[in-house]
């Protein structure tokens, strides 16, 4: 039987950045870790829209589960308006339970 690496991913988490500019960056990722250090480097990894918008803050993370839930959590959040998310940020457990649902 034939595995493929993502079967050894337990789960995917969404993140939310924040830019020097004050602007927000949703993404997901499997190592959060990892990824906000590769926007941070600026390099070729680094999401084109946050090359040249440092320093970042990680304001948020939140493990979703599947690749699949994951997707649909980011383009939920990505969906509101910026005035809701900075709402939903401000407190995190209701941000947590709209990305759950």
Do not use: N
């Not at 084109?48 to 320093?55: F, I, Q």
């Not at 998310?85 to 995190?92: A, D, Y």
């Amino acid at each position: 039987m034939k595995q493929t690496a993502s079967a050894f991913v337990s789960s995917w988490f969404l993140y939310i950045i924040r830019a020097a500019d004050d602007s927000l960056y949703t993404g997901i990722t499997t190592d959060v870790a990892r990824r906000f250090a590769e926007h941070s480097d600026g390099g070729k990894l680094a999401a084109r829209y946050l090359r040249g918008r440092a320093p970042l803050a990680l304001c948020f993370q939140h493990e979703i589960g599947t690749r699949a839930e994951a997707l649909k959590a980011e383009y939920r959040f990505k969906q509101l308006a910026k005035a809701e998310k900075e709402r939903l940020l401000t407190t995190p457990t209701q941000l947590a339970e709209f990305l759950g649902s």
